[in-house]
């Protein structure tokens, strides 16, 4: 008897613990730092100054316009001026068509930039590529771009997702990784050169290598930029206080196409996705420029058209990890009750220099009287992905919470990318991408279920279109 009362015992504590392991998500113990956190050389060929007399160089695009028939090409040149022009057509070689941009350039402490040059390009075709030439004479330099396919429910489309790069042996890695996803467009998550933690004309100087570093992604398809603390540049020490300086001379964003009075928060859409980016860095409270953006940008999304509605911020709302602890809890009190309201899919954050995945969660039902104190499961949530984990030169953020919270599906600190393939309405499917063991090998993955069209009567209301669309081809046959 006391054998069986044994086994019950021991039974009862083996189910308990497999029901609290089920529920709890994963620490991985795996770190590894192949590179020391340094920034690469000035010297390194990463960093190459173009051959030629003016040459173009830090070339990079980004989205041009709300639904993707428009890019903005920018470069620096720094020898002169030089044209602003872009000129571009369909087929190698042929630039049958041309635009014209802007040139300017600006100063940070005693650092002069080169002739900083933006030029919009509109009315391309939808799913076409495009031949672009920069520059003149010997020194001119050619690339190519995708545009995405027409605005539309079921088109498929391969997003990337990199945070806080900087420019280490690390950021390299992280970037050649990236390039051999097949990812058609960066959704870039705030932090990009590091260049802060540089000091006077340094300044200045390592905005321009890790413009020419980040080149070999940045001149072929779009990056769409969400700021992070390391874009502030607040350095009264040198008499430069205006924020965000360096990055807004050198990065546009296509804000006024989203009626946004700042490039700073903008939307997008491309392909079968609604993008909204935020700053972290930016007034958000009520009454704010934008809060009230926000808020009619949420009003503006077509689920019908885009079925796919992905938010970008530098700081995470969610994050167990000992950096940044709490830093989003001011945004999170502000947005998270309209994330869940419009059905926001994914929310992708960087700034915590790690990976971190939440469960659906939510803790909308907290406020300071009310007692409720913990996230609760929340199938009406976004999922909450931290992707800080570019490689700078800051290195990694290894110290999570213990336990592990309830809302925290899978965390490591270590360096990679992520990436999130859209296959049709309802389904994408999601990876995150260590560093050291490459594309094949993703170390965390998962299907997303698209929230809007994931409810049971749109499925319903999906399945009978598609059989009533039978139906009418199986008469016209
Ligand atoms: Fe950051």
Redesign the pocket.
């Known amino acids: 008897m006391r054998v069986v009362l044994l086994y019950l015992v021991l039974a009862s504590f083996v189910l308990l613990s497999s029901i609290k392991d089920g529920s709890a998500g994963i620490t991985s113990s795996f770190i590894r730092s192949e590179f020391p956190s340094t920034d690469i050389p000035l010297d390194h060929e990463v960093f190459a100054v173009p051959k030629g007399y003016n040459a173009p160089q830090q070339v990079h695009i980004t989205q041009g316009d709300y639904d993707g028939k428009a890019v903005i090409v920018s470069w620096v040149t720094t020898d002169e001026p030089g044209p602003s022009k872009v000129q571009f057509g369909t087929s190698e070689n042929k630039f049958q068509t041309s635009a014209e941009g802007t040139v300017s350039n600006y100063t940070f402490y005693k650092y002069k930039s080169g002739y900083v040059h933006h030029c919009l390009i509109e009315g391309l075709e939808y799913k076409t590529k495009y031949y672009y030439r920069i520059g003149s004479g010997d020194a001119s330099r050619e690339f190519w771009f995708e545009t995405p396919p027409k605005v539309e429910p079921d088109v498929p489309y391969k997003f990337g997702i990199i945070g ?1 790069l900087g420019q280490t042996f690390n950021s390299l890695s992280t970037l050649e990784h990236y390039l051999q996803s097949g990812a058609q467009t960066v959704l870039f998550v ?2 990009l050169s590091y260049a802060d933690r540089y000091k006077y004309n340094d300044v200045g100087l390592r905005w321009d290598t890790w413009g020419r570093f980040a080149e070999r992604s940045t001149a072929y398809q779009p990056w769409i930029w969400s700021v ?3 874009e502030v540049d607040y350095m009264p020490y040198m008499g430069e206080v205006t924020p965000f300086k360096n990055f807004l001379n050198r990065y546009t964003t296509p804000y006024l196409a989203s009626q946004s009075s700042s490039p700073l928060w903008y939307a997008i859409r491309r392909a079968s996705a609604h993008i909204i980016v935020l700053s972290s860095y930016s007034p958000f409270v009520k009454y704010t420029p934008q809060y009230t953006w926000l808020k009619e940008e949420l009003t503006r999304v077509d689920r019908e058209k885009t079925p796919w509605l992905i938010v970008l911020m ?2 995470p709302l969610y994050n167990s990890n000992e950096a ?1 602890y709490m830093e989003g809890e001011s945004m999170r009190s502000v947005f998270e009750s309209w994330f869940i309201h419009y059905e926001v899919d994914v929310i992708f954050a ?2 915590v220099h790690a990976y971190e995945r939440s469960y659906r969660f939510s803790n909308t039902d907290y406020n300071i009287t009310s007692g409720h104190r913990f996230p609760i499961a929340d199938k009406s949530a976004p999922v909450y992905i931290t992707v ?1 984990d570019g490689g700078n030169q800051e290195g990694l953020a290894s110290r999570f919470t213990d336990p592990q919270p309830e809302y925290s599906a899978f965390r490591e600190a270590s360096y990679g990318h992520s990436t999130l393939e859209i296959k049709n309405r309802t389904h994408a499917i999601y990876h995150w991408n260590r560093n050291d063991d490459g594309k094949k090998v993703p170390i965390d993955s998962f299907i997303l279920y698209n929230q809007y069209w994931g409810s049971n009567r749109r499925r319903r209301k999906l399945k009978k279109n598609f059989l009533m669309t039978l139906v009418d081809e199986a008469v016209s046959m």
């Open positions: 806080d705030g932090d992070g603390n390391h530098h700081v940044h960087g700034h800080g």
